[in-house]
């Protein structure tokens, strides 16, 4: 993906996952389960003065976005990210069910010494603590934090859930918890 449409795909994630306020009032142009009207989206952008989108330019970052971040409903009349929510009213849409023996959570080093310390990895201000069964995946998760040494946390996801914690997954894969206990991370890969 090119450098204008990495920093096109940031705005969009900052909109739909935290900020729809950028393209009009949140609740009026966002439902309860973070859809968008793509003609809201891409009017909303364009007038915002930041940047410039048409629906081919959005179509082509959903299609190369390496995480799967974004989708289209059936129609491509509207569009979410699949998680990572910050807007209290937005649910992500999950299937719950039971998870594979193991999750990796990506992250860096700084924030793993605050989950050791605190006893839990928390979701922060997001609905969910998210979790890869590719480790890969966490992998590209933990790579993010540019100026931290990157670490990926291997989860006793199965033995978790049979404790009673529930785990849902989003349409890309992404494993969903409410909190994951500190004791449960089996092992931290570098």
């Known amino acids: 993906m090119a450098e204008d449409y ?3 795909s940031t705005f969009l994630c900052s909109i739909l996952r935290h900020n729809p306020q950028i393209i009009g009032e949140p609740h009026e142009v966002m439902d309860n389960h973070g859809w968008v009207s793509v003609d809201t989206l891409i009017k909303g952008v364009n007038n915002s003065g930041k940047c410039h989108i048409t629906r081919s330019i959005l179509e082509k970052i ?3 976005d390496k995480k799967g971040r974004y989708r289209f409903d059936q129609y491509k009349s509207k569009i979410k990210c699949c998680q990572g929510h910050s807007i209290e009213w937005v649910e992500p849409e999950l299937t719950y069910k039971e998870p594979p023996e193991f999750l990796y959570h990506g992250t860096n080093t700084t924030a793993m010494n605050k989950i ?3 006893g839990h990895i928390s979701k922060m201000k997001r609905h969910a603590v998210h979790m ?3 480790i890969e995946k966490a992998r590209q998760s933990a790579e993010r934090w540019y100026h931290h040494e990157p670490v990926i ?4 996801a199965l033995e978790l859930y049979k404790k009673g914690v529930q785990f ?3 349409e890309n894969e992404v494993w969903c918890a409410e909190e994951i206990p500190a004791e449960f991370i089996v092992d931290y890969i570098y």
């Open 6 to 8: 990495k920093r096109l």
């Open 62 to 64: 959903v299609a190369e």
């Open 116 to 118: 050791i310390a605190s």
């Open 132 to 134: 890869q069964a590719d």
């Open 153 to 156: 946390l291997k989860i006793a």
């Open 168 to 170: 849902g997954v989003t």
